[in-house]
């Protein structure tokens, strides 16, 4: 560890946000997945590590009927696989987590942890956008609500402002008759980054959401495709069109994980794949 | 490189100069109290503060197991966690599965599988593997690759660590009533 940094662990969220705001250089530290490599390999330097874990609005998991689901900045992904409300009302979001990293860092890693560091590539925000996720921010200023796909605004960027931490991220529930799923492509059956992700719902009334990550600067929710195939009319012909359609939307790069050609490619498959399991057919 | 500090193969703990934290947790059910360096990591705390030398280091980076230990019941890989964090934590090593100098039946059956050749990646999967067992003492295959999943080895490969497990698994079923 090269930065050299004090570590402190606030009990409650004014006393959180006053040291954030106070000290320069401080950093928020939960699952410390992302963190801890970031400081191993000198790519930050921290003076003041914030350790928010005891912050008992970050603990919080809860289902409430009819309003939804509650997901403390503090609770880790293993959580989320292993909930049997998340597996009923959310199944992209079981999905996603179960797909994320190995096991031993699902149970450190946390969800918001994944929204914070704005990876263009994480793997959650696809299945939390299509469930039209809203992110609690608790700063200098009080509370304030954003949702998920405002969130982000770049590469590693968000909304967060100085003095600011995300306390939890909430979903409405879904109604009877939801469908969703999370498919994603990476370059092994083992543990990889995403080279593609997206996730694909069916709300009761036949409209769709789909989220998608890896194929841009930030993850995003594709409202136009949306709009486009909601208009069409859910089919097998409307899907397969789609899948076509969904080039227009997305503007993937070449890296070390993908070519954009590739990227373009997987897209179209896992949408139509995702979008044929939800209405019963085979791609 | 000049300056060997930058490099990240570095594994060995460098003081921050930083006020020392008191910590207190449980260890192989030992009481522990000790002031220590905040940014330390909770592997290099188990090692070089306490001598616990099972947990090893490879990666450093959560990638591939090596430094698996039990944290409250939970299966974490200690490399990438602060040992501040585990204030009041509960914390089981490798050289806590021994009792009184006899080694467990988890350990045995690594031994009579073959599971091991260099040893390196053995405590994290001995670990990795008794937090899975005791959630679940009967795990199907594809639950013992999910948890295994995690922990890589270079050497045996991975089906005679398998077949420790599932025999782990039936033998401890068996004997100590699972
Ligand atoms: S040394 Fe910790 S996971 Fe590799
Ligand atoms: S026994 Fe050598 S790495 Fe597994």
């Known amino acids: 560890m090269i930065s050299r940094f004090t570590y402190f662990k606030p009990h409650n969220l004014n006393e959180a946000v006053q040291y954030l705001e106070k000290k320069e250089k401080s950093f928020v530290l939960a699952g410390g997945t992302d963190l801890m490599i970031l400081l191993r390999r000198n790519l930050i330097n921290a003076e003041h590590i914030v350790d928010i874990k005891a912050l008992p609005e970050t603990t919080a998991f809860e289902f409430i009927e009819g309003a939804g689901l509650t997901i403390g900045a503090s609770v880790v992904v293993n959580t989320v696989v292993d909930s049997e409300v998340v597996k009923a009302k959310y199944p992209a ?7 994320l990293a190995s096991y031993q860092l699902r149970n450190r890693a946390t969800v918001v ?9 994480a793997d959650l925000p696809p299945a939390l956008l299509v469930y039209d996720a809203v992110v609690n921010i608790a700063g200098p200023q009080g509370m304030r609500q954003v949702p998920l796909h405002e969130f982000f605004t770049g590469v590693k960027r968000t909304v967060l402002q100085r003095g600011e931490l995300v306390v939890s991220v909430q979903m409405p ?3 009877e008759g939801d469908k969703s799923i999370y498919l994603r492509q990476a370059r092994l059956r083992g543990h990889d980054l995403a080279t593609v992700g997206v996730a694909s719902r069916i709300k009761p009334d036949g409209k769709v959401a789909i989220g998608i990550c890896a194929v841009a600067p930030t993850p995003k929710r594709l409202f136009a495709l949306e ?12 899907i ?6 969904i080039r227009e939307h997305i503007r993937p790069i070449t890296d070390v ?14 949408l139509k794949r995702g979008l044929l399991a939800l209405i019963g057919k085979e791609a | 490189m000049d300056n060997v500090k930058d490099c990240s193969m570095v594994t060995e703990h460098i003081e921050s100069g930083k006020r020392k934290v008191t910590l207190s947790l449980t260890v192989n059910g030992r009481q522990i109290v000790r002031d ?3 940014n330390m990591t909770l592997l290099h705390f188990l090692r070089d503060n306490l001598k616990l030398f099972g947990t090893k280091e490879a ?9 698996t230990i039990i944290m409250n019941g939970q299966a974490v890989t200690s490399c990438i966690i602060l040992a501040v964090e585990a204030e009041g934590a509960e914390i089981t090593t490798v050289e806590g599965l021994a009792e009184d100098g006899k080694l467990s039946i988890l350990q045995e059956e690594f031994i009579s599988q073959d599971a091991l050749q260099c040893g390196f990646c053995t405590p994290g999967f001995l670990m990795s593997t008794r937090a899975l067992l005791d959630n679940n003492p009967n795990p199907t295959d594809a639950e013992i690759v999910e948890v295994l999943g995690g922990n890589l080895c270079r050497c045996t490969g991975y089906i005679p660590i398998m077949l420790a497990v599932r025999r782990a698994a039936e033998r401890e079923r068996k004997e100590l009533g699972r």
Do not use: F, K
Request: with cysteine; hydrophobic share 30%.
């Open chain 2, 36 to 38: 220590v360096d905040p």
């Open chain 2, 59 to 67: 990666c450093g980076e959560g990638e591939c197991g090596a430094c």
């Open chain 1, 93 to 99: 979001l079981n999905e996603a987590a179960a797909s």
């Open chain 1, 257 to 270: 994980r993908s070519s954009a050609q590739y990227r373009l490619q997987m897209a179209s498959v896992l």
């Open chain 1, 113 to 121: 942890g994944n929204i914070c560091n704005a990876s263009p590539g």
């Open chain 1, 227 to 238: 709009d486009m195939i909601n208009e069409r009319g859910l089919s097998q012909e409307t």
């Open chain 1, 240 to 245: 397969e069109w789609a899948a076509e359609e």
């Open chain 1, 173 to 175: 529930e879904p109604g």
